[in-house]
């Protein structure tokens, strides 16, 4: 019998919030570094990629299928990977990670032996299809729909041109491309179906296969083909996780206060990077300078028009500011955040109307009219940036207990720690 956790009283901010927060990695750059790596034709040094449940996970899924994978560099912040042949047996732990269970199948697949992939539960509810369906119409036999599943390799995929509908995850794209090089005649993958997600993505997958010297045509919107070839060692940094940036800088929105993340890139395909018009587009000060960016908090925050189907994984945060603004908020193109690690929309509705929110769901988004709130339980459903949102709406609303704020370790482990400290030292 497991018992469970104290909630976490979500801390209330009694000033503006006035902070810098450095913020770890990102965690899709540094499991597409860790996926190329495996790849590539000498060790690479990864530097200073981001240590979570997410990425720690696609580094024991490398280790099982023969990669070496070990820390490296000053205080062992570094990863040095060193690439080998890949072969199972092997059972592959995917968490709730849709990188680890969407980008490692193809990888697998160029392996040899059997490959059993399952993960959590809410895990098996994600969609895994397309990608299986992929592998096979390029040759490979997969057993099963979703997880649990088992990749049968024998050591070559031929690769070739494969249609599929991306609709419900960008990452079917990217963990195609990803370990394209490697298939015998690379792939070509074309979309058919409504508008993919989260295109920023799949930028950042074309972005990391041309720094490791593969060769990418995205030129034609839905069609992206990739050459097999060698793969060079990793070289590029692990930018901050923008997306995980996000909570921080919202509670500078939420309070009027000033908030600083460092280190943030000039140019990034990063998602996060968006919340810079978001957040001006409410009001806010935003601005990039030597020290990072930095948001201000405006006296009265506005609701928000936002179509975020580009970049879905802000709505938690986006949703959880427009609480506080002075008119509805309506954020519409995102059907698809009902596939991640819960059904976002969902989830989100329920835990705003335990606070005493008001918010009208639609199939592909929700309109938020802001009332007043109080107190309450908010459900993490396992989904970290659920905490995160649950954390946003504390600093406003005393009694906001969120039942696991533990699950924030999938991409961002510490995550209660930094949020108390970035409130300064007279929150307890
Ligand atoms: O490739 C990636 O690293 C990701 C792609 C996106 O997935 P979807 O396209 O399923 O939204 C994003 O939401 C996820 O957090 C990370
Ligand atoms: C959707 C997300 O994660 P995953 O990589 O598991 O899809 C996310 O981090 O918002």
Redesign the pocket.
């Known amino acids: 019998m497991t018992t469970a956790l104290a909630p976490w009283p979500a801390p209330t901010a009694d000033a503006p919030v006035t902070a810098t927060v450095p913020v770890p990695g990102?965690?899709?750059?540094t499991?597409?570094a860790l996926v190329l790596a495996a790849q590539a034709v000498a060790p690479s040094l990864i530097p200073a990629p981001l240590r979570s449940r997410d990425t720690d996970l696609m580094a024991a899924a490398l280790r099982a299928l023969g990669t070496g994978i070990e820390s490296a560099g000053p205080g062992g912040r570094d990863w040095l990977v060193t690439p080998a042949p890949l072969a199972g047996p092997a059972h592959v732990d995917c968490g709730l990670a849709?990188?680890v269970m969407?980008?490692l199948p193809p990888l697998a697949a160029t392996a040899t032996g059997p490959i059993i992939f399952d993960g959590d539960e809410a895990a098996r509810r994600r969609?895994m299809a397309t990608v299986l369906d992929a592998l096979r119409a390029l040759g490979v036999r997969v057993d099963g729909d979703r997880l649990p599943f088992t990749v049968h390799a024998d050591g070559r995929v031929p690769g070739g041109t494969v249609r599929i509908d991306?609709s419900?995850?960008?990452?079917?794209v990217?963990?195609l491309l990803l370990s394209a090089p490697s298939f015998a005649g690379g792939i070509e993958v074309r979309h058919e179906g409504a508008a993919?997600?989260?295109l920023p993505?799949?930028e950042?997958?074309v972005q990391a296969l041309r720094g490791v010297g593969v060769r990418v045509d995205d030129a034609t919107p839905d069609r992206w083909r990739v050459e097999p070839g060698p793969v060079q060692p990793w070289t590029s940094t692990i930018e901050p996780d923008l997306?995980n940036a996000t909570p921080f800088l919202a509670a500078a929105a939420v309070t009027g206060g000033t908030v600083t993340v460092p280190h943030w890139p000039a140019a990034t395909t990063q998602?996060g990077d968006a919340i810079r018009g978001l957040l001006t587009a409410m009001g806010a000060r935003v601005s990039i300078g030597p020290d990072g960016l930095t948001v201000s908090g405006p006296d009265r925050l506005r609701g928000l028009t936002a179509d975020l189907h580009d970049?879905?994984?802000l709505t938690p945060t986006v949703a959880a500011i427009a609480l506080f603004a002075d008119g509805p908020s309506r954020l519409t193109g995102i059907g698809?955040?009902r596939?991640?690690e819960t059904d976002r929309l969902a989830a989100l509705a329920q835990d705003i109307q335990a606070v005493g929110g008001r918010v009208d769901e639609a199939p592909d988004g929700f309109t938020i009219h802001p009332q007043p709130l109080h107190g309450g339980p908010w459900a993490a459903f396992a989904d970290h940036r659920m905490a995160t949102a649950g954390a946003i709406v504390g600093l406003r609303v005393p009694g906001v207990l969120v039942d696991d704020v533990a699950t924030t370790a999938k991409?961002l482990p510490g995550f209660a720690d930094m949020w108390t400290r970035m409130l300064g030292p007279a929150v307890a």
Not at 26 to 29: D, M
Not at 168 to 172: D, L, P, R, V
């Open positions: 990102s965690k899709s750059l499991n597409r849709g990188t969407r980008f969609p991306a419900a995850s960008s990452q079917f990217s963990g993919v997600p989260s993505h799949i950042m997958t997306s998602a970049v879905g994984e698809h955040l596939g991640h991409t």
